[in-house]
């Protein structure tokens, strides 16, 4: 049995890119174009280098997934800032265990759904934007929720949300929509968080601090039925 997985296809780019950023690097590289043909250096130079810094951030990296059984995979890159156990949740059904990803404008911000099953819901609620390290960033906060459901019938929810300077939500699955461990979902614009939902149940792989990445870190274990 193989130890790992592809959830996407492995891309054909040097450099991939999330598609969301194409569109703002592509005006990027024409404005900087255009300046350097009217032969203005110092606009030039600071319009490829604002160019670079979008390729930077929106870049896209194949992963490889693993493929233990009841696995559940990071959403983000980023550090784990919150690892707990919640009484209640407006995003889960009794006790669940929350763990929490912060994703500064260095990390990957190419989401990956962290198990494999059936889109159960999406729910985008529009909000405030405080800084996504907070703990009233979970609830304030622009945040888009997905609901998931496994073979087993075992649920988990990851929220996306919107930071300090993220201003845009983007995610690509539709309810009803099948999805494998580690797919590409979504991404968020600009330093963000990401919240997991999952049964009080799973055995935890990660704490406070520990840094991870999306689709390749396992940050817990499900039972298995």
């Not at 891309?11 to 350097?36: C, E, H, S, Y």
């Not at 693993?66 to 949740?89: F, M, Q, Y």
């Not at 912060?102 to 990956?112: I, K, Y």
Request: hydrophobic share 45%; glycine share 8%; aromatic share 10%.
């Amino acid at each position: 049995m193989n130890n790992f997985s592809w959830s996407d296809p492995p891309g054909q780019a040097t450099l991939p890119v999330a598609r969301a950023g194409v569109p703002m690097i592509l005006a990027g590289a024409f404005i900087t174009a255009i300046f350097a043909m009217l032969g203005f250096a110092l606009p030039a130079l600071l319009g490829l280098t604002a160019t670079l810094c979008v390729c930077f951030f929106f870049r896209d990296p194949d992963r490889v997934i693993p493929a233990k059984p009841g696995a559940v995979v990071s959403p983000a890159d980023g550090r784990v800032i919150t690892a707990e156990v919640l009484e209640e949740s407006p995003f889960y059904d009794g006790r669940c265990k929350k763990i929490s990803i912060f994703m500064s404008v260095f990390n990957v911000h190419v989401n990956r759904t962290p198990i494999e099953g059936t889109v159960k819901k999406i729910a985008y609620c529009p909000g405030k934007f405080f800084s996504a390290h907070l703990d009233k960033a979970s609830k304030d906060n622009e945040h888009n929720a997905v609901w998931l459901e496994n073979a087993q019938g075992q649920k988990l929810c990851v929220v996306q949300i919107a930071g300090l300077i993220a201003r845009r939500i983007i995610c690509y699955v539709r309810e009803d929509q099948r999805v494998l461990r580690g797919q590409r979902f979504g991404v968020i614009c600009f330093g963000s968080r990401l919240d997991v939902y999952m049964p009080v149940e799973t055995d935890l792989s990660v704490s406070v601090g520990d840094k991870v990445r999306a689709g390749t870190v396992v940050l817990g274990f499900m039972e298995t039925r």
